[in-house]
C-alpha cells in the first residue's frame, strides 16, 4: 500500500485551507483554533489522504489522544497510515 | 465577522427506493425544476424509464438493492462520472410491515433494520465522505414517518427503523455544521398504503379525524422535500412531520 510522507500530508493539509482563503504557517506548533482548521477540515484532510493511499485510515488504531497543533495533525496522519 | 458560506441548492440528487410512490414523485419533481437526479430502486419501472427518456443527459436510473453496499457503492461512482458529485442524497428506500411484534420473525426484524436503517446510514456515509473529501456542501433528506414518533400496532421494527432515523438526521447535523444540511420527512400514512390492509370504511374513518380532513399523498410531501433540497432556509437536523395534523 502506498503511503505518504510527512511533507506530503501538509501539502494537502495546505490545500484544505487554501480553498477557504487560508494559509499553513510554516511552524508545526500552531494551533489549530487559532487558523480555523476545524474537526470537519480534518476530515476533509483524512479523506483526501485516503483518497491517495487508496486505503481507509484507522483511527481506532490511533486511541485517544489531544490534536491541538499543525504537528498533532501531521504526526496523527503519518502514524495511522497502514496500521 | 462571520465568515459562514451558506449550504448552496443542491444540483445532482440521488434518490433510493424511487420507482413508485413519493420516490417517483420526488424525482420527476426535481427533473422538472432542472435539477440532475439520479435513482435507483429494486427495479427500475417503466415510469422511470420515460423519465430517462425525456431527460437523458439530467439522469442516471439503475436497478440496485439498497442493502447491496458494493452495487449502492458503485451506482454512485457511475453517478459522479456522468452527473457530478452528489450533492444531495435522499433516503426513501424502505420496506414496510404489518404484523404484531410476536408474530414477526427474528429473520424479518433484521431484515427491516437492514434496509430501513442500516442501508441509508452506509449510503449516507459513502456519499458524504465523496463530498466532503472534495471540500464540497451538500444536503440530506431521510424520509422517516410518523411512526417514528407516536406509537402504533404492526409497525414496532419498522416504527424503530424510523425513529432510528429521525435521531441520526439530528446527530449528522450537529456533526457536519455547517458543510451539509440534513433534515427527515415524516410523512403521516399514505391513503395507498394503507388501503391494502385497510378497508374504504376504515379509510374514511381515518381521514375524518385527521384535521385537514384527509390522510397524506406522496404529492402532500414533494414540496418540503424539494425546499430542503433547493431553498436557503437555515432548517436543519428537524424532523417535518407532514399528516395533516393527524398526531397532533
Redesign the interface.
Known amino acids: 500500500m502506498e503511503t505518504l510522507d510527512r511533507p506530503a500530508v501538509r501539502k494537502l493539509m495546505g490545500e484544505?485551507l487554501a480553498?477557504?482563503g487560508k494559509t499553513l504557517p510554516d511552524d508545526d506548533t500552531a494551533k489549530l483554533a487559532d487558523i480555523?482548521f476545524r474537526s470537519?477540515d480534518f476530515?476533509?484532510l483524512a479523506?483526501?489522504v485516503?483518497?491517495e493511499i487508496g486505503d481507509e485510515l484507522n483511527f481506532e488504531a490511533a486511541g485517544l489522544r489531544s490534536i491541538e497543533t499543525i504537528g498533532d495533525v501531521l504526526d496523527l496522519l503519518v502514524e495511522i497510515q497502514g496500521q | 465577522m462571520s465568515d459562514f458560506q451558506p449550504v448552496p441548492p443542491a444540483s445532482v440528487v440521488l434518490v433510493s427506493g424511487a420507482s413508485r410512490g413519493l420516490g417517483l414523485a420526488i424525482v420527476t419533481d426535481l427533473l422538472e425544476r432542472g435539477v440532475k437526479v439520479a435513482a435507483f430502486a429494486r427495479t427500475v419501472t417503466p415510469e422511470l424509464d420515460r423519465l430517462a427518456e425525456k431527460y437523458p443527459e439530467a439522469t442516471h436510473f439503475g436497478s440496485v438493492d439498497v442493502t447491496d453496499e458494493k452495487a449502492a457503492q458503485a451506482f454512485v461512482k457511475e453517478v459522479e462520472a456522468k452527473l457530478g458529485v452528489i450533492d444531495g442524497l435522499v433516503n426513501n428506500a424502505a420496506i414496510g410491515q404489518d404484523s404484531l411484534h410476536v408474530h414477526t420473525s427474528s429473520d424479518r426484524i433484521a431484515q427491516i433494520i437492514e434496509t430501513n436503517l442500516t442501508a441509508p446510514l452506509v449510503l449516507t456515509r459513502f456519499v458524504l465522505r465523496r463530498l466532503i473529501g472534495k471540500g464540497l456542501k451538500g444536503r440530506v433528506v431521510n424520509v422517516t414517518s410518523i411512526c417514528g414518533q407516536r406509537g402504533y400496532q404492526g409497525l414496532v421494527a419498522y416504527s424503530a427503523t424510523k425513529g432510528g432515523l429521525d435521531a441520526a438526521t439530528r446527530s449528522l447535523a450537529r456533526e457536519l455544521g455547517g458543510r451539509v444540511l440534513a433534515n427527515a420527512v415524516a410523512p403521516g400514512f399514505f391513503a395507498s398504503e394503507m388501503s391494502a390492509v385497510l378497508g374504504a370504511n376504515q379509510l374514511e374513518s381515518i381521514a375524518r379525524r385527521t384535521p385537514s380532513g384527509a390522510m397524506t399523498t406522496p404529492e402532500d410531501v414533494v414540496p418540503t422535500v424539494r425546499m430542503l433540497l433547493l431553498e436557503q432556509t437555515n432548517i436543519n437536523g428537524q424532523s417535518i412531520v407532514i399528516d395533516g395534523g393527524g398526531s397532533i
Open positions: 484544505v480553498v477557504q480555523g470537519l476530515s476533509e479523506l483526501r485516503e483518497d
